[in-house]
Nanobody, 127 residues
Framework: QVQLVESGGGLVQAGGSLRLSCAAS????????MGWFRQAPGKEREFVAA????????YYADSVKGRFTISRDGAKNTVYLQMNSLKPEDTAVYYC????????????????????WGQGTQVTVSS
């Protein structure tokens, strides 16, 4: 049973920073590609960032490139999303996702590719 628990969301002013964490109860964390998605009210869930099993390959949505950084800590079974220079349009519920993969360099960008999801954490950026 895989469980993902996000934390670190909150209210921040535009230009500020937040760091989201996702603690994974996975016995073989290193076998999973990890991703962050977000969903704003009335919109579809969208890809934000992903990181490969081996912590080498990362991929970002154009809207967050240069501002957000995804990372993972195998010793803590945790994936992070450092969010800088936040904008009001970043306001959404942020979800962590995990998917097992054979390919160590795999990064996955579509929600349907992920098997496991967290409950989400709210990020609100005020102008």
């Amino acid at each position: 049973q895989v469980q993902l628990v996000e934390s670190g969301g909150g209210l921040v002013q535009a230009g500020g920073s937040l760091r989201l964490s996702c603690a994974a109860s996975i016995r073989t964390f290193s076998r999973y590609c990890m991703g962050w998605f977000r969903q704003a009210p009335g919109k579809e869930r969208e890809f934000v960032a992903a990181i490969s099993r081996n912590n080498i390959n990362t991929y970002y949505a154009d809207s967050v490139k240069g501002r957000f950084t995804i990372s993972r800590d195998g010793a803590k079974n945790t994936v992070y999303l450092q969010m800088n220079s936040l904008k009001p349009e970043d306001t959404a519920v942020y979800y962590c996702a995990a998917d097992s993969t054979v390919q160590v360099m795999d990064v996955k960008t579509f929600p349907d590719e992920y098997d496991y999801w967290g409950q989400g954490t709210q990020v609100t950026v005020s102008s």
